[in-house]
């Protein structure tokens, strides 16, 4: 199915975020100090109210892949 609102694409891309974080086990809280942000930084990035920089889409990815033991990409995470 897709999904050409705007809001809609914001919603697909926060569940796939938050569906690899918690196939890693991680808290947002776990995540947030792992990438050094705030747990309050952090929620309010997945829940789409702001955006995660390039740079900390790159430690999010390396973080899932490394836990997961599966490739990533950005796309699959943040698109």
């Known amino acids: 199915m897709l999904i050409s609102s705007k809001r ?4 697909k891309k926060r ?5 690899y974080r918690k196939m ?3 808290t947002q809280s776990e995540l947030a100090e792992k990438i050094n942000i705030s747990y309050s930084n952090y929620n309010s ?3 789409g109210k702001t955006e995660f920089t390039y740079s900390e889409c ?3 990815r390396d973080i899932l892949m490394q836990r997961l033991g599966k490739t ?5 995470l943040f698109a």
């Open 72 to 76: 990533l990409t950005i796309d699959e």
């Open 45 to 47: 990035k997945e829940n």
């Open 24 to 26: 890693a086990d991680y």
């Open 58 to 60: 790159l430690k999010i």
């Open 8 to 11: 809609g694409v914001k919603m």
């Open 15 to 19: 569940l796939n975020l938050i569906g």
